[in-house]
């Protein structure tokens, strides 16, 4: 855990700690009127609740040995709670008992150690995480071939440097990491090196670095050095450079969880921000909801790709919010984990037949939380992308692109923020297919769309809208600015050097820009910005046109 992580988590602690002996009192308090009225099931409900709340809280914070003593009691009381009967004599054990150790923690008297409160009045602030310097090694003797790769790679914006020889990768690893390296398999003196080097980088520096091993052998054998060297790709000389790119995303977005949107439902508010915190410190973004009663706007605006919630919350449990939510056919996809105290297997199952996906037990260790959020989500994702994606370029396909515009236009307006559309449509595309054959044209989409997405902001949208067109949203962006992004994306695309069995060319792109000030609608912004098009395409294409 970082130092940055660790005082944020000790500091919500603290915050835990300064509120403990309400919450304490709290307990005491739905005792006293329970005992009052043993019949009355509201109440029953109530002190099972705070119970339930203080077993998972409590170990969270760091108290282990209170989080037992409520997961006890909450034991003692759940099955009078669910035959709706408080036995006289029992209940009145239960209740001394109870009184008696909540009286203890609230006079500081806790088994568990107890922290000195620290004042700081940002811990619940989110950072965001800082964007990558996605500086790549390329390892290889052969100059030809390192300029080829090296000034493709520089137009989908990676920063190259060229090192000749393996011997003196680990100096420059020394010097400044980078976040990945490609590397030759075998130089002249030594058939091996490259993989040799890589072995001998992880073990001195105690470290892996994605790597990508490059060779002129296809072989099983010059494959299996490479895997046996922890490579993590391979790719024949010539080198494809577009799927070069694709596996050095790939690797790079391995490591970081920056997009994960995660939705916490939890009303015990000082918990929900511990778990924040941890899942943000992830590179996640983080919703936090204590009503219940707003959960489906707040799905409509957020558009989480897993839901955090405990099973028991006031007004409404945490089984019935995942029945509410399962009714709905748009959210019937999105995982639903309860993150409880909830041990009863029969509670657990009832949970699963509501739609909730998995448990995860209070309190429960930050690395084990952020793993299994991780891998949930990113199923999700990958799910979703079978959905919505387009198979070759990996970007939104035409129906979800049109489905995003629409969602995009209605928080712009409501936002009264601008927003601009742009359809690109690649020049004279068929003559591509004509000349140098279909798997040659795909290759061209896949470059443009790789581009896209490397230069474009995060928060920009991009889809396949069909064949060689292409529509890019640009929320809380003007046409004017846009076209200037844009603009350079074309001019980067124009430079780079396409292959082919019987030759390399360069392709260029029209495009027609229009924003809210053209269309009220969806399908409207379609039409205007494709006019706009069209006349880039009139007007001797390789242009963009404002509407």
Known sequence: MNDALHEKLRALEAIFLQKLPGKCEEIVSALENLAASPDDTGLQHDLHRYLHTMAGSAGTFGF?????????????????????????????QFRQQLRGYMQAVIAGETPDAVPQPEDNDD??????????????????????????ISSQLQHFGFEVVWIAHPRDLARAV??????AIVIELSFPDDQQAGAEEIRRLEQLKRFRIPTIFISASPTFTSRMLAVRAHGDGYFTKPVDVVGLTDRIEGLLRRGSHTGYRVMIIDDDVVTAHYYSTVLRNAGMEVHLLHDPAQVLA????FRPELMLMDIYMPGCSGIELSKLIRQDNS????????LSGEVDPERQLEAVRAGADDFIAKPVRSEY????????????????????????????????IKERLQSEMLQAQRNRSPLALAMIDLDSFKKINDSYGHATGDQVLRTL?????????????????GGEEFAVIFPDTSALKARAVLDEVRQAFGRISQHAENGSFHVTFSAGIADLEQASDADALFEVADAAMYVSKQAGRNRITLA
Do not use: C
Request: charged content about 30%; aromatic content about 6%; hydrophobic content about 40%.
């Open 64 to 92: 282990e040995a209170l989080g037992r003593q409520a997961r006890v009691y909450e034991s003692r009381l759940k099955p009078w709670v669910k035959d709706g009967v408080m036995p006289a004599q029992e209940f009145e």
């Open 331 to 338: 959210y019937v996809d999105i995982p639903i984990v309860f």
């Open 449 to 465: 769309s790789r581009l896209l997405q490397q230069r474009l902001r995060r928060t920009d949208i991009v889809g396949r809208y």
């Open 298 to 301: 707040a799905i409509s605006d």
């Open 123 to 148: 811990i619940l602030q989110s950072h965001e995480p800082a964007r990558e310097n996605r500086l790549i090694y390329l390892v290889d003797q052969d100059a030809e071939q390192q300029q080829a």
């Open 174 to 179: 020394g010097a400044r990491r980078p976040d």
């Open 369 to 400: 939380l952020v793993s299994s959020v991780i891998s949930r989500a990113e199923r999700y994702r990958t799910l979703r992308a079978l959905i919505m994606r387009d198979g070759l370029t990996g970007l939104l396909n035409h129906s979800a």
